[in-house]
């Protein structure tokens, strides 16, 4: 474990394993240590040197007051400044959610570091996002209003994603998540996010390196359309979609594969 200084921020990161580099990045309100609570990935199946870390405003990573730092685009130069700083030239951008829109803005900044890209359930994008801008601006004003309850009480009229439908912790793990964040802290990384925005489409259609995508059904804030979409846009990607807990069981195996065939 370790902390850089990365474009005026602190950065919390960690490093573990062998084989071809690969960066990790978490989704909003996530954190390094919070998604090894939901245990989508299996990181011990992954022959990779992985590093994972905390983005700006998150987990122990600092926060700063400067909203448009948050987007996407300036979280994928967090990613590629920290990576330069810990001496990796190339390799895997891949990420959850927040995390996946990272990689995207990381390889079209600079094409010829990333070695591929693994994105798992892409969030909403491009017409659709000013929507669910909104209900981050939202989400922000409650919490600076009556601190983090109304949220969770909001999602748990929410159901899970198609994948975690039998998952009886899943509500309970993230009310946990929730009630572990400062207030203020969440309130910047929300507001942040409704700074956001996925690559246009053309720079995307630019995109050459391999990408392995990873949706799943009944998810509004991380569509199967975003994912089809991104998936007709890169040439060579190849896309799965987890409508159950068995699919969602072989995201490790695949990443592990994509993985190994770009160590190789």
Known sequence: MGVEEIRGCE????RSGDGVDLAWGHGLTQSRELEDHHRLVDWSSIEANVLRYDARGHGRSQSTTDLGGYGWDQLARDQLALTDRLGIVRYIAAGASMGAATALHAAVLAPQRIQGLVLMIPPTGWEARAGQADVYEQGAKAVEQSGVEPLIAAGALVAPPDPLLDDPDYRARRA????????????????GATRAQLPDRHQIAAITCPTLILAWTGDPVHPVATSDQLGDLIPHADTHVATNSADLTRWSELIAEFARSLGT
Do not use: F, T
Not at 181 to 190: C, E, G, I
């Open 11 to 14: 950065i919390a990161y960690e």
């Open 176 to 191: 946990e998540g929730l009630r572990s964040w400062d207030p203020a802290r969440l309130v910047l990384a929300l507001r």
